[in-house]
């Protein structure tokens, strides 16, 4: 079964009713398929965190309705019933090593799973499954989580929301903070998970790279207004445009238009370090390329 | 959580909001002080009028103030039953066993309930009105005379000024914390007394790590700058006694001799 989720007119008001009041979405329509990859790009404050936090109903639009599955969030939904939507929608916040409170990594991981009634023996036995799926070696499952890196917190956490098996998982910032390796290991675990399990995927992020390498979606966020969505490559079509919003290109692109500025000629702007490669060979000077 | 709007401060340019903290300060404690002296219908009247004006002088609308007080309605009803109950002396209306209301339980529940709620509003127009650092300042300031007895008023300053900076920052991390859990299927708020205490460990463990690491970062990053206990140091925020003040405190100084002269000397 699959969970789409869709957004109709949705806005959102942080403390609605006081002078503290602030419009965080101004009417969000949007659409999320099963299966698909999508990017979540905007300025800090563009109101992308309070767009994903609608997801699993951990905030109800103001106005407008959100449908996740075959549920329908409005403002006037009750808090109760809600977890079901919780277990279907996983959700991995910035920063979440933040979450861990267990004494072992093993029971931390277990803990989701156990709060929707599985049994511990069986919590146990997927926390260590989705252990392994993060990468966290055996040894480490009897350590505290607090004994831990930063980035094998990190991992602990992430496997704690996997195992929950959800259908869609929700990534805010997951490379936030992390070393270069620890950055590409967390995305080849992504797209590892999309690829071999069908999650559908949704990720917040300022590398831009990250949007061309994995996405198939990518919505703009800015304001609280949703500004462009589309494919990456409509998206990085407009390098002005994103300029006047504050975003970047992918640097397979940027240094693209920076060739063609020395007269370099590109079908199609390439978005992948691939892509360049494949199209700069040919318009090489012969005897240009060596091979040692 | 964000719906707390007691001891939270709404920027603005009033009257209240440009007094000195310290003068903010003084008179909050000396109208609560004199709160405890009013006894009859005309020394309230004076208080609440009083009152009332700060309100309307800071800015703020009124109703800004009670949502301030409805986070504390249950503790009011508690304190009100308590004295209906157990105020005993007068006329008895009913009587049930060893519960009886009396003419005097009642009185002392109203006396009780109206000094509750000035006592509430007044220090919510100091906290509305003042920046937390501002009452640190001030508070330090008021303090400095102690300073002559070695009493370490700077480093009170400081820690106070610290924790008040603080709380804002706890509050979003314990929100940020709950959403984590509840996103890993933990019910806040549901199920039985036992339930409830459990569901307090997931956010109490991390904030408490989260808290101490951050403490500790603070630490380094202000010895990284040069703090040293017990120095002199100089402040950024110079207080300054305006006329806006002095202004106040004759208002004050008037009304809340009215109050005692009343209770004393008619």
């Known amino acids: ?292 | 959580m964000n719906k707390v709007m007691f001891g939270r401060f709404i920027p603005g340019h009033s009257w209240v909001h440009r007094m000195d903290p310290r003068a903010k300060l003084v008179l909050s404690f000396l109208y609560i002080a004199v709160v405890f002296f009013a006894n009859d219908f005309w020394t309230y009247l004076i208080m609440t009028l009083l009152l009332l004006a700060s309100v309307v002088a800071s800015a703020i609308p009124l109703g800004v103030y009670i949502r301030g007080l409805l986070p504390l309605f249950w503790l009011m009803i508690f304190t009100v039953l308590i004295q209906v109950f157990f105020g005993v002396g007068g006329h008895v209306y009913w009587q049930w066993g060893w519960l009886v209301v009396s003419q005097d339980g009642l009185n002392s529940a109203g006396l009780i309930l109206m000094r509750f709620v000035l006592i509430i509003l007044v220090s919510t127009i100091l906290t509305f009105t003042t920046e937390p650092l501002e009452i640190a300042d001030g508070i330090e300031s008021l303090l400095s005379p102690l300073k002559k007895l070695h009493f370490p008023v700077a480093t009170l300053a400081l820690m106070l000024s610290l924790a008040l900076r603080f709380v804002p920052t706890l509050m979003d991390e314990a929100e940020k914390i709950m959403n984590a859990q509840r996103s890993r299927g933990v019910d806040f708020g549901e199920g039985g007394l036992r339930q409830r205490v459990r569901t307090i460990v997931p956010i109490l463990i991390p904030l408490f790590v989260n808290a101490f690491n951050r403490a500790i970062e603070i630490s380094t990053a202000m010895e990284a700058r040069g703090y040293q206990d017990g120095e002199n140091r100089t402040k950024y925020r110079q207080l300054k006694w305006h006329r806006v003040d002095t202004a106040s405190l004759v208002i004050y100084v008037i009304s809340l001799s009215a109050v005692i002269g009343l209770r004393y000397f008619s």
């Open chain 1, 1 to 292: 079964m699959a969970t789409d989720i869709t957004f109709e007119q949705v806005n959102y008001w942080y403390q609605a009713g006081t002078p503290f009041a602030v419009h965080a979405l101004k009417d969000i329509n949007l659409k999320i398929k099963p299966g698909s990859f999508t990017a979540v790009i905007g300025q800090t404050g563009s109101g992308k965190s309070t767009l994903i936090q609608h997801f699993n109903a951990l905030l109800k639009p103001t106005s407008g309705t959100v449908t996740i599955g075959d549920r329908v969030i409005t403002n006037a939904t009750k808090n109760k019933h809600l977890k079901p939507l919780r277990k279907k929608v996983g959700m991995v916040f910035q920063f979440p090593e933040n979450q861990l409170f267990e004494e072992t990594v093993i029971k931390d991981i277990a803990f989701g799973p156990q709060n929707f009634g599985v049994s511990e023996a069986d919590a146990q036995a997927l926390a260590k499954r989705m252990a392994g799926e993060v990468g966290l070696d055996e040894s480490l499952l009897s350590r505290s989580p607090f004994d831990l890196s930063g980035g094998q917190m990190r991992r602990v956490a992430i496997a704690g929301v996997l195992a929950l098996e959800p259908e869609v998982l929700v990534l805010d910032e997951p490379t936030a903070g992390l070393d270069p390796r620890g950055r590409s290991e967390i995305m080849q675990l992504v797209t590892r998970l999309r690829e071999e399990q069908g999650l559908t995927i949704v990720l917040i992020t300022h590398q831009m790279d990250d949007v061309a390498n994995y996405a198939d979606h990518v919505i703009v966020m800015g304001h609280g207004k949703l500004l462009k969505q589309g494919s990456p490559r409509a998206i990085f079509s407009d390098p002005a445009w994103l300029e006047d919003h504050e975003l970047g290109l992918p640097s397979a692109t940027k240094l693209a238009y920076e060739l063609q500025q020395g007269g370099f000629h590109f079908d199609q702007m390439p978005l992948k370090i691939a892509e360049l490669a494949d199209q700069i060979v040919p318009q090489l000077p012969k005897g240009a390329i060596t091979h040692e």
